[in-house]
């Protein structure tokens, strides 16, 4: 059984007293490669040297996250832009809209995603997209921009089964992660009638530990939980999840 954590931090600070052992225990588990979405300017180089130390299971992308945009951001995205031309990614990300924490630089992050759109399209590349409490926004976005070649996922969806389909009928995969397992989260009854073709798998980490380990540091190891959950809402067997949502993140990356 192979599976694929479509969207992890394992760069981050969370995990620099123990990174090699948390990815043992994912390789371990069978969960074969790692997805990285870029934070902002200072995450770029523990990043990329994560994906030095592992070239073969760790794969970067590049964006600025929403909750990242300040008055600045015109310049950050300047220079982020600037390490597409010297690097291959495998997307542009974690880009979208967060309206969740702090509303203050809304139409700035709205302006921002539309330009790392515009990066996706001239570059070929998927988007994965951040929607805290932004669902309808981000999808207005979408339509705004308009290009039938913008494709990605929503990472970390939790919204209805209604946004699902909107979603999917956009062009865009959903990422299922840890709020699957949380017992009054509700997200297993708005994906039980979605084809598992639309779905990836992801952990989020450090992020949004699936149950039993709530409350603790998440792991990319723990994305075989997400698929046991989704095997049960789905009534299949664990390999036809790996399996599938493999070969979804497969195509959606090119990898």
Known sequence: MILI???THLYTEEFDTDRNAVMQRALDNGIEKFLLPNIDLNSIEPMQQLCNQYPNNCFPMMGLHPTSIDANYKSTLASIKKHLHSNKYIAIGEIGIDLYWDKTYADEQKTALLEQFQWAIDYNLPVVIHSRDSFNEI???????NNPKLHGVFHCFTGTEKIAN??????FLLGIGGVLTFKNSGLANQIKNIDIKNIILETDSPYLTPTPYRG????????????????????????????????????LFNI
């Open 166 to 171: 909107q979603i999917i009928n956009l062009g």
């Open 216 to 251: 603790k540091r998440n792991e990319s190891s723990y994305v075989k939980l997400v698929a046991e959950k989704l095997a049960q809402v789905k009534n299949i067997n664990l390999n036809e999840v790996a399996n599938i949502t493999t070969e979804n993140a497969k195509q």
């Open 5 to 7: 954590d479509t969207h």
């Open 139 to 145: 999808i207005e976005v979408i339509k705004e921009f």
